[in-house]
């Protein structure tokens, strides 16, 4: 979609001092552990760092549209944290203590934040709890800095509204290249970080969305396997195919915001048999330079649900990321096929089916629970958005996901096949794949791979990949089977060590 940006806007931008700092300390691509040193080293406080970031949100937020709220008590927020640290505090020895993140705003917080899937007509309801997620972010000290733009209702209201949209904050930018698709539905939170506005951001997906904007944004997005992360006290799609997960500038941050979310939540039933993949010691250790070293890596150039299509132009685009791959001490797997693929690739048309059944039930249990709000099951907000149709541009991006959904009835015997085919695709494909040939990870370009990871419930890591000859980023993907998150760290940080391809947007 090409997109038009005001000529006085593009003339703030490039006006805009990028870096911002103190006269010790800048924001610019700053990571975790950058900020906890300087913690230390008494160049910044908690207070000063949210004050820089809300200071770069004033600025570049009007151009990008990655953030719909700041939080107004993230100053206070700070302050506390300040003083932890002066008293030294057991709190303040976390590694996201001090640290502002950013949720998409379909990540339920019960404060003065608006959680509304960037739909007015969630606007002003009221939450019962903090999302399981962010309850372990304050139980780690972190700063929550704001709420991050998303395409609206997590992507699944229309067909035809672009990436990005959403009625409250209107039309997101690549930051690299304007007129550039941001992808998926986390496309603030993935823009934000790209753009420093803020340290590190959390998302959602269902299919892709993480995965997806992180490589269009040039960032790290880690999608856990199913349950990994509660997802109790997010505005829901499908408890089947949901996953939070983070995104952030590195994958050392990636892991350590991972490390702070992941657990038993008595809110999230999945989160139960999950936690017995958590590691002792958590996710941190794995983060090794020489990561690939003896790691056995799938290569599929023919089909593209599973990986590289069969296309010279893409082929060519990946073949120097191979040549590192194989120079960093992996063995590359090529040529890989799946048995019965034509009928596999059937059977996974059947997601979108049972995502709709299934969205009609989660949303309407959701919309009950909230304490307060205008909406209490998807019919009203069909209803809604017809009342306020300028308000929120129905005639030109219909609800027609919405309206789908309203008219099923349960998981009848159609879902219920679906669900069955869902399942045999996963293992006869997938997990077939992985274990006949004994892959540590499947890579695949862009979020090619995304498809298979969700409807299966693996996890995946995307890393920066590289630009195009018009400048706009893309990454690679390393998807694994369940419970290999520690396995899929290596690779990809040994990846982006091995790289280091990712670049702040040019931004003058």
Same mark, same amino acid.
């Given at each position: 979609m090409k997109m038009m940006i005001p000529i006085f806007l593009l003339l703030v931008m490039f006006q805009s001092i990028h870096t911002i700092q103190t006269s010790e300390f800048t924001i610019t691509e700053a990571t975790i552990q950058d900020i906890q040193t300087a913690f230390k080293q008494n160049k910044i406080t908690s207070k000063d760092l949210v004050k820089l970031y809300i200071q770069e949100i004033r600025k570049l937020n009007p151009i990008f549209r990655a953030v719909i709220e700041v939080n107004p008590d993230a100053v206070h927020q700070a302050e506390v944290a300040d003083q932890e640290r002066k008293a030294n505090a057991p709190k303040s020895r976390f590694g996201l203590h001090g640290i502002p993140i950013l949720l998409k705003d379909n990540i339920a917080t019960k404060d003065k934040l608006n959680t509304t899937a960037g739909s007015y007509a969630l606007l002003k309801s009221v939450v019962p709890r903090d999302a399981g997620v962010v309850k372990k972010l304050r139980e780690s000290g972190a700063i929550i800095l704001g709420k991050a733009s998303l395409s609206e209702w997590a992507n699944f209201r229309s067909s035809s509204a672009p990436n990005g949209w959403n009625a409250r904050a209107k039309q997101a930018v690549n930051p690299y290249v304007a007129t550039f698709d941001p992808c998926g539905s986390s496309t603030g939170s993935a823009i934000s970080v790209a753009t420093n506005m803020a340290t590190v951001s959390l998302g959602t997906e269902t299919d892709g969305s993480i995965l997806c904007p992180s490589g269009a944004n040039s960032i790290v997005g880690i999608k856990p396997t199913l349950g990994l992360t509660s997802r109790a006290g997010v505005i829901p799609i499908s408890p089947r195919q949901d996953s939070v997960g983070p995104m952030c500038r590195t994958v050392a941050d990636a892991v350590s915001v991972l490390d702070a979310i992941v657990g038993f939540d008595n809110n999230d039933v999945a989160t139960r048999k999950a936690s017995k993949y958590i590691p002792k010691g958590g996710y941190r250790k794995h983060l090794i330079s020489n990561g690939l070293e003896g790691k056995r890596l799938g290569i599929m150039r023919v089909y593209p649900y599973f990986g590289f299509a069969n296309d010279t132009?893409?082929?060519?685009?990946?073949?120097?990321?191979?040549?590192?791959?194989?120079?960093? +001490?992996?063995? #590359?797997?090529?040529?890989? @096929? =799946?048995?019965?693929?034509?009928?596999?690739?059937?059977?996974?048309?059947?997601?979108?089916?049972?995502?709709?059944?299934?969205?009609?039930?989660?949303?309407?249990?959701?919309?009950?629970?909230?304490?307060?709000?205008?909406?209490?099951?998807?019919?009203?907000?069909? %209803?809604?958005?017809?009342?306020?149709?300028?308000?929120?541009?129905?005639?030109?991006?219909?609800?027609?996901?919405?309206?789908?959904? /309203?008219?099923?009835?349960?998981? +009848? *015997?159609?879902?219920? /096949?679906?669900?069955?085919? #869902?399942?045999?695709?996963?293992?006869?494909?997938?997990? *077939?794949?992985?274990?006949?040939?004994? #892959?540590d990870a499947l890579v695949t370009p862009?979020?090619?791979?995304?498809?298979?990871? %969700? =409807?299966?419930?693996?996890? @995946?890591?995307?890393?920066?990949?590289?630009?195009?000859?018009?400048?706009?980023?893309?990454?690679?993907?390393? +998807?694994?089977?369940?419970?290999? /998150?520690?396995?899929?760290?290596?690779?990809?940080?040994?990846f982006e060590q091995a790289t280091k391809f990712r670049k702040p947007p040019p931004i003058k």
């Open positions: 132009k893409t082929l060519k685009k990946f073949e120097k990321h191979f040549a590192i791959l194989r120079r960093s +001490g992996a063995t #590359l797997v090529e040529n890989l @096929g =799946v048995d019965n693929f034509s009928q596999i690739s059937s059977m996974l048309i059947d997601e979108t089916l049972v995502l709709i059944a299934e969205f009609k039930i989660a949303l309407n249990a959701y919309l009950k629970e909230l304490v307060a709000s205008p909406v209490r099951s998807l019919a009203d907000v069909i %209803a809604f958005n017809k009342k306020f149709a300028d308000l929120e541009k129905i005639k030109e991006y219909p609800q027609d996901f919405f309206l789908a959904a /309203e008219s099923t009835n349960g998981i +009848g *015997k159609l879902e219920k /096949e679906a669900l069955m085919n #869902l399942t045999r695709a996963s293992k006869h494909g997938f997990e *077939k794949l992985m274990k006949k040939n004994k #892959l862009y979020a090619n791979g995304s498809m298979i990871l %969700a =409807v299966g419930g693996y996890p @995946g890591i995307s890393v920066p990949g590289g630009y195009d000859k018009n400048g706009a980023p893309y990454g690679i993907c390393f +998807g694994g089977l369940k419970g290999s /998150e520690p396995t899929l760290i290596e690779i990809a940080y040994g």
